[in-house]
Nanobody
Framework: QVQLVESGGGLVQFGGSLRLSCAAS????????MGWFRQAPGKEREFVSA????????YYTDSVKGRFTISRDNAKNTVYLEMNSLKPEDTAVYYC?????????????????WGQGTQVTVSS
């Protein structure tokens, strides 16, 4: 069992920045691929970014490329999402996800564990 706890969400103005953190506990964090997803009001949950077990491979949805950066620190059992140049359309609940096979987690079907989510609100 892996427990994921997100933090770092909040209210920020257009163009601002936030850094989300996802702390993992339980089994060996470095074995897991990780991902960030988000769900805006009235919309389906969507993939945002993912990273494989080593941190060597990263992926982003097109709308956040060049603005968001995913990283991980296996010594701290934590994955991060640095979000810059935030826009109102980035407003959503952001979820951290873990997949047991080590590959970057880019779809719901690859997720074994979810965090509880953290709210990000970007004002215009």
């Amino acid at each position: 069992q892996v427990q994921l706890v997100e933090s770092g969400g909040g209210l920020v103005q257009f163009g601002g920045s936030l850094r989300l953190s996802c702390a993992a506990s339980g089994r060996t964090f470095s074995n897991y691929g990780m991902g960030w997803f988000r769900q805006a009001p009235g919309k389906e949950r969507e993939f945002v970014s993912a990273i494989n077990w080593s941190g060597r491979n990263t992926y982003y949805t097109d709308s956040v490329k060049g603005r968001f950066t995913i990283s991980r620190d296996n010594a701290k059992n934590t994955v991060y999402l640095e979000m810059n140049s935030l826009k109102p359309e980035d407003t959503a609940v952001y979820y951290c996800a873990a997949g047991r096979y080590g590959a970057a987690v880019m779809s719901d079907s690859a997720v074994d564990y979810w965090g509880q989510g953290t709210q990000v609100t970007v004002s215009s």
